[in-house]
């Protein structure tokens, strides 16, 4: 996957400054009729005039507050560059998430398709009429009919005209499914958690999907699975488009600020339909530039997409580690929330260990636990080379990414990347429901199982599960998100022929696989009730050693 341009592409969840880049310097407005709150703040106010979605979700809408800076910004770009998409003709797409992603595809579809002069009947599905963060993102799009779409690599800005049927509330059923009906590709942008993959699954499984395409963007690890047992278990003629990752990284806020990626995996559930995928992605992203696509779709199998997913090394061995916990519980009120927790580690011994909050990627990552993710990395990495698949390491990425060079150690790559990272983690509380191990901790579980299928061991991937699982435990995560993609984990076939026949063609596979109680994670946690020197101190501290594999080469 690389970039259109050698810039700086932030990862998933990094802090991409928005503001700076649409602000407009001054504290004070022009307009005298917008009325200035605390600082350059202004409330919705007026009736929704041609903008309305739902009664309740309007009103929801207008208690949000626009930045006066926002507006200002907003309107100098509809003066300059107001474009309308055709929707006459094209192909009928639904967006299933309201999510940075969601906005990012439906708005780059749509400035593509005018640019390229072809037609897209694209719209967005709302999923609750009291979410927040919706409301917010749409209020500039209720005031101006519209938003900008932003490339921040080359600072071109568009206004994309948008109209209430532009959006469909999932809440009123009828229109929900008769959105269903006639859309011809469904687009999922939520991320691969469990529950919520599952909850989308059912919600438009619930509709004849017969002849028609949905789309994961990212597939995910366990999302791969979840679709192949979902396809087998059921009788529609259905096809299942697994995007390895977003197309661009973007964050939307009232505008969409974007970075467009040139190229990207994809793998298809059937193989055969492969061709079809790859034409209807080629209409919702038609854009060339010198003849050539500026986002390029790279046909691969489901296990590259399972196999090329590194968020589990990136997110859980860093997050889930004891002194990084320690200081996600400090940013709270840490006597009582954590009270156990704490009083383990004496005041002095934890104010000289732990200071604030931290730089997930490179304060986060220490020499010792980048010792760790060279340990799940080549574990990862010869499950890759069993199975016949591709995969490059986490340092080779990152030097792919951002042309920060070659480094052996994967502590030095990361410490190339000051210049990239600047996300933070969440509080310990917010942690606990958060994707990292919501929606990671679950992939932890697919990579083990596919290793017993290739016959690779993993004893590195398996003990930092066991200490995964009990940190996540410490910090109240609900033990129904520690179950991931057990379902689909136990559909797997035993051999490896087997599994690559499955995900080709699951409709066409009968046969099912076995799986022993080391994926249970309430299983870990009943038998785990004592310290046994494993892997990156747990909160009741649990310490790896070279003993327990890290420096061993897999099998």
Not at 25 to 42: E, H, R, Y
Not at 91 to 99: A, P, Q, R
Not at 176 to 189: G, L
Not at 337 to 343: A, D, M, R, V
Request: proline share 5%; glycine share 6%; net charge positive.
């Amino acid at each position: 996957m690389n970039l259109t341009s050698p810039q700086i592409f932030p990862q998933r969840g990094g802090n991409f400054n928005i503001a700076k880049n649409f602000f407009c310097n001054g504290n004070k407005s022009d307009n005298p009729k917008i009325k200035v709150l605390k600082q350059d703040v202004i409330s919705f106010n007026g009736k929704v005039k041609t903008f309305s979605i739902d009664p309740d979700f309007d009103d929801l809408v207008k208690q949000r507050n626009i930045d006066t800076n926002m507006i200002q910004y907003i309107e100098r770009v509809k003066a300059k560059s107001s474009l309308k998409n055709n929707k006459t003709g094209g192909k009928k797409v639904l967006i299933m998430g309201s999510d940075h992603l969601g906005f990012g595809v439906m708005l780059d579809s749509m400035l593509q398709n005018i640019k390229s002069n072809k037609p897209i009947d694209i719209k967005m599905a709302l999923p609750r009429k009291d979410s927040e963060n919706t409301a917010s993102r749409l209020a500039p799009i209720y005031k101006f009919n519209g938003t900008v779409i932003k490339n921040t690599l080359t600072n071109k800005e568009n206004f994309i005209e948008l109209s209430a049927d532009d959006f469909v509330p999932q809440w009123n059923e009828k229109k929900f499914n008769d959105s269903i009906k006639k859309s011809n590709t469904i687009i999922v942008t939520l991320p691969d958690e469990p529950s919520a993959r599952k909850e989308i699954f059912d919600r438009i499984g619930s509709n004849k999907l017969d002849n028609k395409t949905v789309i994961l963007m990212p597939g995910g690890e366990g999302g791969v699975i979840e679709a192949a047992r979902k396809i087998s278990e059921s009788n529609s003629n259905v096809t299942v488009g697994l995007v390895e990752t977003a197309p661009y990284g973007c964050r939307m806020n009232g505008i969409l600020d974007a970075k467009r990626k040139s190229l990207v995996d994809v793998a298809v559930i059937p193989k055969s339909k492969i061709d079809n995928v790859l034409q209807t992605l080629d209409k919702v992203f038609p854009l060339k530039k010198n003849n050539e696509k500026v986002i390029k779709f790279n046909p691969v199998s489901p296990l590259d997409i399972i196999l090329g997913g590194e968020n589990y090394i990136y997110h859980c061995a860093v997050v889930l580690n004891s002194d990084n916990l320690l200081k996600s519980m400090k940013k709270v009120d840490r006597k009582a929330e954590y009270p156990k927790q704490l009083e383990r580690e004496s005041n002095e011994a934890f104010e000289k260990r732990i200071n604030s909050s931290y730089n997930h990627y490179i304060e986060g990552i220490t020499p010792e636990i980048a010792n760790l993710m060279e340990g799940l990395d080549r574990e990862r990495m010869a499950i890759a080379k069993a199975l016949d698949c591709k995969a490059e390491s986490i340092s080779e990425a990152l030097n792919r990414h951002y042309g920060i060079g070659k480094y052996e150690k994967y502590y030095d790559a990361f410490q190339a990347c000051k210049n990239v990272y600047s996300s933070r983690p969440p509080t310990a509380d917010k942690l606990a429901s958060h994707r990292y191990i919501t929606e990671d901790l679950a992939s932890t579980k697919v990579i083990m199982r596919l290793g017993q299928i290739a016959g690779v061991d993993t004893p590195v991937t398996n003990k930092a599960f066991e200490v995964f699982c009990w940190n996540a435990n410490e910090i109240k995560t609900p033990k129904d998100k520690l179950v991931g993609y057990e379902d689909a984990i136990k559909k797997l076939p035993d051999s490896k022929e087997g599994l690559i026949r499955y995900l080709e063609n699951p409709a066409a596979f009968k046969n099912t696989g076995s799986i022993n109680s080391l994926f249970n994670a309430g299983d870990i946690l009943k038998r785990a009730t004592k310290p046994v020197g494993v892997l990156l101190k747990m909160v009741p501290y649990r310490k790896f050693t070279p003993n327990d594999g890290l420096n061993k080469n897999p099998a």
